[in-house]
C-alpha cells in the first residue's frame, strides 16, 4: 500500500515548524545520501547477512552454541569491512542451554503425534516419560491448594485454554495507526510494578516448585498463539535458579484436544521426551561494539544497534536477524564513504530477550548508574533494568560521549519513519532527514515513544536514543515462534531501511552540534 493520499494529512498533523537554525544547524548532506543509496541498492549485502544468521548459525538463545558462534563471525565480518575497535564487551548473565531434540506423542486414548518445544532452560527428562496428564490451570498460589495430592506421577497441564492469539496477516502500517503516532502521550508512571513482578518473575518459580514437592514427572503449557505454531520462553538462567522439571510448550490445538479428552473422561496420556543441554563454561553474555572512527576525536561518537541474541523455537530471522542485518549493512555501506567527523559506533546486543540486559548493561558501563533499592527484589542479572524506576541516577564519566543511538528491533519491515520519544527538538531534525526518502514511504515523525527495544533505557536517563517506525508485514506471526525463519524475511524494505539508517547516522556524525537531549529525569511526583 503505498499510502499516497495520506501525505498531506500526514504532513500537516505531524510536522513541527522547521526552524532555520535547526535546519542548519542539523543540514542534510544530498550527495552523500545519493552516494548512501546508489551503494545500499546496487551492491547490497543484507540478505547475505541475514540469510547466514538465520540459515547457518539459526537460534541464536544468550550464551547458547549459536550465541557464541554468532558473536564470532559478526566481529570477522566488521574486521573484514575495516571497522576499527572491534571487540566484544561482556556483563553477567548465567547459564547456556540448547535443545538437541524433542518427542511429545500422545499414546492414550490413540497414538498422535504432538507439536510441542521444550521450555527454554528446563532440564531434560533423561529418557522417555510416559504417563497420564491431568489438567490443573493454576494462576495464583491460591490454586495449589486445589491440587495438593492430585499430581504425583502426572504430566501437568498449567495453563488454561483462553486468551489465545490469533496472529494478523501480513500488513502495513494503516491510515489509522499513523493518525495515531501523531498524538502526543504524556508519560505514563506505572504503579502496579510489584504485581507485574509477582506475576512474570515469582510465581513462575514457585509453581515448578510445587510441582516438584508434588511428584508431578513433568509439566506442559499451552502456547500463546494459534496456527499450529511454538515459542517455547523460560527465563531461569542464572546460576542457582535452575528449573526443576523437564517443561514443554504444546501447540494451541493440540492442547485443547488434550483437555477436551480428559473433560471427556478418556484419561489422556502422553509420551514425552526432551534431549537438552547446558553450558557453564562461560556466565557472562557479550555485546559486539565495532567502530568507524571519526575525524574528530573530541565530538561524540553516534550509535546504530539491534539485539544479536533470539528466542529459541526458530533461527531467529526476524527477531532480530534482520535487525541485526540491517545494522550491519549500514556499516559495511558507511565504510565505503569518505570519513565523518564524529565516530560512528555500531553496537549487537546481547540478552534483550530476558530482559534488555546488554544494552542496559551497556548504559550502567558507559553512561550512568541506577542506585539499587535497599532491598533488591530479584537476582544477581540486569541489575540495571530490575531497578529502572530507582533514584538518584548516577553518572558515569562517557555520560556526554554518546550524541545519538538509533535501533531496530520490528522485524524486516521498511522504515516508515521514527519515534521521537516527546523529545521535541528532534521533530523538525528528523523531518528534515526524513524528507528525501518520502519517495521510499518514510515520512512520519512520531512524538510519543514505543516501549521494549534496546533504546529504552537511554530514554530511561533523557539520553537521545531512538528506534525507527517499521511496516510490521508478518512479524506479528513470526515473533518468537517456529514461524520465524528467511523465507519471510523482505529483501526490498530490508535495503530501504539499511540506507535510510546509514543516512541518519552519516547526517548525526556530521551534524554541527551533538544531538539535543532532554532534562535529566528526575523522581516523579505522582
Same mark, same amino acid.
Not at 542548519?24 to 546508489?38: G, K, N, P, W, Y
Not at 542464572?238 to 493440540?254: C, F, K, Q, R
Given at each position: ?40 541498492? &546496487? ?35 566488521? &574486521? ?6 572491534? +571487540?566484544?564487551? #561482556?556483563?553477567?548473565? =548465567? ?53 495438593? =495430592? ?32 501523531? *498524538?502526543?502521550?504524556?508519560?505514563? /508512571?506505572?504503579? %502496579?510494578?510489584?504485581?507485574? $513482578? ?11 516448585? /510445587?510441582?516438584? *514437592? ?70 557472562? @553474555? ?18 546504530? #544497534?539491534? +539485539? ?12 532480530? #536477524? ?19 567527523r564524529r565516530t560512528i559506533r555500531f553496537a549487537l546486543w546481547g540478552a534483550e530477550e530476558q530482559g534488555m540486559i546488554g544494552s542496559s548493561a551497556y548504559v550502567e558501563q558507559h553512561f550512568a548508574r541506577r542506585v539499587p533499592p535497599?532491598?533488591?527484589?530479584? #537476582? ?6 530490575? +531497578? ?28 516508515? =519513519? ?30 510519543? %515513544?514505543?516501549? =521494549? ?26 515473533? +518468537? ?7 519471510? $524475511? ?6 530501504? @531501511?539499511?540506507?535510510i539508517l546509514a543516512s541518519f547516522l552519516w547526517n548525526a556524525a556530521n551534524a554541527d552540534k551533538p544531538f539535543p537531549r532532554r532534562p535529566l529525569p528526575t523522581e516523579p511526583k505522582h
Amino acid at each position: 500500500m503505498k499510502n499516497r493520499s495520506l501525505r498531506p494529512t500526514l504532513l500537516a498533523s505531524l510536522a513541527l515548524t522547521l526552524a532555520p537554525a535547526a535546519a542548519r544547524s542539523q543540514a542534510v548532506d544530498l550527495e552523500m545520501t545519493d552516494r548512501i543509496v546508489d551503494e545500499g541498492q &546496487r551492491r547490497s549485502e543484507v540478505m547475505n547477512i541475514a540469510r547466514y544468521l538465520s540459515d547457518e548459525i539459526g537460534s541464536r538463545l544468550t550464551n547458547s552454541p549459536g550465541a557464541r558462534k554468532a558473536e564470532a563471525w559478526t566481529q570477522e565480518q566488521f &574486521r573484514a569491512w575495516h571497522l576499527s575497535n572491534v +571487540h566484544k564487551e #561482556g556483563f553477567l548473565f =548465567g547459564r547456556g542451554w540448547w535443545a538437541e531434540r524433542v518427542s511429545v506423542r500422545m499414546t492414550a486414548p490413540r497414538p498422535l503425534a504432538l507439536t510441542a518445544i521444550p521450555i527454554s532452560w528446563t532440564p531434560s527428562t533423561n529418557g522417555v516419560i510416559t504417563a497420564p496428564i491431568v489438567f490443573a490451570p493454576m494462576a495464583t498460589k491460591a490454586d495449589f491448594a486445589q491440587w495438593r =495430592g492430585k499430581l504425583a506421577g502426572k504430566v501437568v497441564l498449567i495453563s488454561g485454554t483462553d486468551d489465545i492469539q490469533t496472529p494478523p496477516a501480513a500488513s502495513r502500517i494503516s491510515a489509522d495507526e499513523f493518525a495515531r503516532l501523531a *498524538v502526543y502521550e504524556p508519560p505514563k /508512571f506505572s504503579s %502496579d510494578a510489584a504485581a507485574r $513482578l509477582e506475576k512474570s518473575y515469582f510465581f513462575p518459580r514457585q509453581m515448578e516448585e /510445587f510441582l516438584k *514437592v508434588e511428584g508431578a514427572l513433568a509439566y506442559a503449557r499451552i502456547t500463546k498463539r494459534d496456527g499450529k505454531l511454538v515459542m517455547g520462553d523460560g527465563y531461569r538462567f542464572a546460576a542457582g535458579d535452575e528449573s526443576p522439571l523437564p517443561g514443554v510448550e504444546i501447540a494451541v490445538e493440540d492442547y485443547r484436544r488434550l483437555v477436551r479428552l480428559a473433560d471427556a473422561g478418556r484419561a489422556p496420556s502422553l509420551s514425552i521426551e526432551t534431549v537438552v543441554h547446558y553450558d557453564d563454561s562461560d556466565p557472562q @553474555a557479550y555485546n559486539i561494539l565495532a567502530d568507524i572512527p571519526g575525524s574528530d576525536p573530541k565530538a561524540a561518537y553516534v550509535m546504530a #544497534g539491534a +539485539h544479536l541474541d533470539s528466542p529459541a523455537a526458530a533461527d531467529g530471522a526476524a527477531d532480530n #536477524g534482520a535487525g541485526v542485518a540491517m545494522v550491519m549493512e549500514a556499516a559495511r555501506i558507511l565504510s565505503r564513504m569518505p570519513r565523518p567527523r564524529r565516530t560512528i559506533r555500531f553496537a549487537l546486543w546481547g540478552a534483550e530477550e530476558q530482559g534488555m540486559i546488554g544494552s542496559s548493561a551497556y548504559v550502567e558501563q558507559h553512561f550512568a548508574r541506577r542506585v539499587p533499592p535497599a532491598e533488591p527484589k530479584v #537476582g544477581a542479572n540486569g541489575t540495571f533494568w530490575l +531497578h529502572a524506576s530507582s533514584w538518584p541516577i548516577e553518572k558515569r564519566p562517557g555520560w556526554d560521549e554518546m550524541s545519538v543511538y538509533f535501533n531496530l528491533d520490528n522485524g524486516s519491515g521498511k522504515i516508515r =519513519g521514527v519515534y521521537a520519544y516527546r523529545n521535541l527538538a528532534a521533530v523538525p531534525i528528523f523531518r528534515a532527514w526524513l524528507a528525501p526518502f518520502e519517495a521510499m514511504g518514510a515520512n512520519t515523525v512520531a512524538a510519543s %515513544d514505543n516501549t =521494549g527495544p534496546d533504546n529504552e533505557y537511554m530514554q530511561l536517563l533523557g539520553i537521545p536514543g531512538f528506534q525507527f517506525i517499521q511496516d510490521w508485514n508478518d512479524y506479528g506471526r513470526q515473533h +518468537h515462534t517456529s514461524m520465524d525463519t528467511f523465507d519471510h $524475511l523482505d529483501a526490498e524494505d530490508m535495503r530501504q @531501511a539499511s540506507v535510510i539508517l546509514a543516512s541518519f547516522l552519516w547526517n548525526a556524525a556530521n551534524a554541527d552540534k551533538p544531538f539535543p537531549r532532554r532534562p535529566l529525569p528526575t523522581e516523579p511526583k505522582h
